[in-house]
Structures are given as C-alpha cells and as structure tokens.
C-alpha cells in the first residue's frame, strides 16, 4: 500500500506538478488546471440554480452584479467571466465556486448598509476565487490522501465528464466552504485580497472591518438565539474568535490595502445611501414563496397546507424538505413532497413508489383534517443508520406528502412517537384565514428617524417575534447599542 501510495504522488507530482498562484505569486501545488477548474465550476453554477431559488428582483441582481463586477475587473483575474448571484435564502451566507461564480444570500444583504461593505462581501469571495483557495485544499488533501473523504453539499457526484483528478473533490470542497468557510489563513487571504480590491475600485478598504463586525454581531446573536432554541447555530464562516476591531492579524491584512502605491487617495466611497435605497423592499426572513414559519406552525400558501410540530423542535425550511429536530438532536420529523399519484391510496403509494411494506399490524389508514392518509413504522436507512422510524403519506391535491419521523436511539421511537404522530395528525389544508397568515410577508422598510425616536420604541411595532430590538439594531449596525440620530435613514420590518 505504501508503494502505492507513493507512486499515486508521484505521478500527480509529475502530471501537475506547481503552478504560480495569480493572486499570491507563491508556487502552489496543483492537481487541476485553471481550465478544468473554470469547466467545474461553470457545471456546479447549474446545480446551484436547480437547488436554490434565485431571490426574484432584477433590479437587485443587476447592482450587486455591478458591483461585485466592479470589485473583479480590479482583481488578479479580472479575465474570468464572472457572476455574482442574490440567493433567495434567510440564512446569512457568501460563498464562491471556481471559475468566478460569486452568491450571495438576501439574508446576509439584510445586515449591510453600505454599497461598500457590499463590495467588501462580494470582494473577500472574489479572493477566494483568485487565489484558488477550493483548487489548493483539493490539491492539498490529494497530496495528504484525504480527498476522497470531503463532504459536500451541492450532491454526490453531480458532475459528469470531469477526468482530472479530484474533480469531484473539487467541487465538495466548495461545498464545505459554503458551510465553513477556507480555514483561517485562507479567509485572511481573502480578507487581505477583498480589501486590496475595494481600494483599487474606489471603495474605502476599511469596509472589509465594518461588514466582519457587523457578521461578529450577528454570529453572537445568531449562538444566543441557537442555544434558546436548542440547536446548532447557523454561523458564517465564524472564522474569528475574537471581534474583528481587536484582531491583530485582520488589522494588517486590512492595512496592507492602505498601502498600495498604485491606490488612488480617491479610494473613500462608502455608498450608504445608494446601498439603503436598493435594499427598500427586500423580504426579511421567510419567503411567503418558500412558506413561512410562525412559532410551532409552518404555513405554505402556494402548496394550500400548514403543519404544528411538537414545542421546541426547531423548524428549519430547507429548499428540498421540512425539518424539525427534537433538543440535542435525539428525533427529527422530515417532510418532503412528491407528486401524487390518483391511481394509489396512500398506502399503495408508500408499497408501490417507496417500497415499504405496508401489511405490517401497526399500518393504518387515516383520513387527517378531511385529506387520506396512511401511517406505519418500518426500519429504514436514516441519518442516524438504521432505525426503526415512523413513516405516513398525506395527499393534498395532486402531491404526496412524505412524513418520516426517526430517533437517534435505536430504541428512541416510543419515547417520540407520540409527538411524531402529533405532527403527522396536524397536517392540514390552509383555511381562509392560515392563507392570510401565509402570505404575510416581512420586509425591509427605510424610514428617516424622528426626534425622540429610538430601538426600544420602535421594537414594540415589529412584527418580528423574538427579540425585535435585537434584530432592528443588527441590520442597522448598532448591536448591541447605538442610537439613531433626527433624520438619519435606517432600516425596520414591516408586513405586507
């Protein structure tokens, strides 16, 4: 094996040998060309469109693709053909593909207030494309023998046709980036080249700071909301341990674009206005077009359904499922949708298209809030491995629901059954006024503060429900205090 192994380096030693990094200048080891890795990433952009809504507003695409353009054709690689990209998701994220292929979420937007600190997100995710920070790990863990074992979470193996080596890999590394970022020295590579990038386009590099600080704050929220809701934070990279304005190293990575020679003293545009008014309207949190969450309750109005699962159970709202996860992980509640077939009973269905025995003595047809259905529990492969899990069918006009309930235990479904079935049992066509509730959406409003008017004030008006002042402080960039001066434009929620 050891033989083996060294003759696999040795070939990749000889087929790719080092290459000069554009942005850095150093001699990388490299596994992949810089056109296989433009090939992969032009094929992963088309998975990331068919598993992720891109948020509808064409006005919006169109500034951030001016800017983040703007910032790329100041870059070490300003030949790439690149594509920033508004991803109809809550969550607060950025992540790049190889090749130029930039997205960011309209819930990181959210937290900006800035044209600046827009170009400083979209920047830092340049950097990682002009360093080829996914083609160096890759490269790396081939050179380790750790490639086979990266995650991802873009699909196994989605991209047909890439002969070179860790191809694949390549790709799962974007996707780990997408959850956790590069690794430190990577992110301050990032930070180092964003900024230097924003200075030679005119923006004032000390924005890089600003929007850090601003995703600290955030990540402190987000961990004392996550640990009152019992599950695991959602964090942006969260690569700092300390607040950026008392980190040294991202203090000087920052500074370096103050230095620049070729850096025009004119390097100061902060764009707090122009960003403000682009970001008027934008929908905070839940899509009423993706169903919204209220409590317990999930409410879908475009599919006419809304389900109440057990207290406690963060729910999150995935692109292709519905999840909610007992504390500490120990049950979870899955749903997904399928298309129905009228031809089945929902028992047929889950035999015929699901391949689960349905003659077991603990199957039962149902008939739930007026929809028929089926339930049984049957041993099934989970996340967890095999467990035995609770499965049941809903029909909804023309779509099958699927309802899987499983437990970290392998003896953990008596114990969570019942609150399974709970939900199952709560599944329901929207009334008259749930389909009220389901097409209530929160959005961003600019507004000019008045004399006397402060966070504590306007938080008793949110429509926000858990921690109102919180959240207006954070998109406006005074967490956790600040006040807001007569006149100044900021930022509240409104339902519409």
């Keep these: 094996m050891k033989i083996l192994r060294l003759l696999l380096l040795l070939y990749l030693a000889v087929t790719y040998g080092c290459a000069t990094n554009p942005a850095t200048g150093d001699s990388d080891f490299m596994t992949m060309s810089e056109q296989e890795e433009i090939e992969i990433g032009k094929q992963a952009h088309q998975q990331i469109l068919r598993q992720y809504s891109v948020y509808n507003d064409l006005e919006l695409q169109n500034y951030v693709q001016y800017v983040g353009k703007k910032v790329a054709d100041n870059s070490h690689r300003p030949e790439l053909d690149y594509t920033f990209t508004v991803l109809d998701s809550r969550e607060v994220n950025a992540f790049a593909l190889p090749g130029g292929y930039v ?158 020679k070729e850096v025009s003293t004119e390097s100061t545009f902060i764009g707090r206005t122009e960003y403000l008014q682009r970001v008027d309207g934008l929908v905070y949190g839940e899509s009423t077009d993706n169903g919204l969450i ?83 529990t049957a041993v099934l492969d989970t996340n967890y491995g095999k467990r035995l899990s609770r499965m049941s069918v809903v029909y909804l006009g023309n779509m099958a629901f699927v309802i899987a309930g499983y437990t970290r235990d392998v003896n953990g479904l008596n114990r969570y059954d019942n609150a399974i079935l709970g939900a199952v049992r709560s599944f329901r066509p929207l009334s008259n006024q749930e389909r009220q509730v389901a097409n209530l959406t929160n959005r961003i409003k600019l507004v000019r503060a008045r004399e006397g008017e402060d966070f504590d004030k306007l938080s008793s008006f949110s429509p926000l429900e858990k921690f109102p002042e919180e959240q207006l402080r954070l998109i406006n960039a005074q967490y956790p205090s600040g006040d807001l001066e007569n006149g100044q434009l900021f930022k509240i929620i409104q339902s519409n």
């Design 103 to 260: 997205y960011i979420s309209r819930g990181l937007m959210a937290y900006l207030n800035t044209e600046a600190e827009l170009a400083a997100v979209l920047g830092h995710e340049v950097g990682h494309v002009t360093a080829r920070h996914a083609a160096r790990q890759q490269s790396a863990s081939q050179l380790t023998g750790l490639g086979a074992a990266i995650g991802t979470i873009i699909g196994e193996a989605f991209i047909p046709g890439i002969s070179s080596v860790g191809g694949q890999e390549l790709v799962g590394m974007a996707g780990t980036a997408f959850l956790r970022g590069y690794g430190r020295d990577h992110e301050l590579e990032a930070d180092r080249l964003g900024a230097e990038y924003l200075a030679r386009s005119g923006y004032n590099p000390d924005a890089m700071l600003d929007v850090i600080g601003v995703l600290k704050n955030q990540e402190l929220f987000e961990l004392r909301l996550a640990r009152e809701e019992g599950r695991q934070p959602r964090i942006y990279h969260g690569v700092f341990s300390t607040h950026p304005s008392s980190d040294t190293r991202l203090q000087e990575v920052v500074g370096f674009a103050h230095d620049i």
């Design 294 to 376: 209220k409590g317990r309750d999930f409410y879908h109005g475009n599919m006419g359904f809304s389900m109440r699962f057990p207290q406690r159970w963060p729910i999150q709202n995935l692109p292709d499922r519905l999840l909610a996860t007992a504390q500490g992980g120990l049950a979870m509640v899955q749903v997904m949708v399928q298309p129905a077939d009228p031809r089945l009973t929902p028992k047929d269905y889950m035999n015929q298209r699901m391949g689960i025995d349905t003659n077991s003595r603990n199957g039962q047809s149902l008939t739930i809030n007026g929809l028929p259905a089926y339930t049984t």
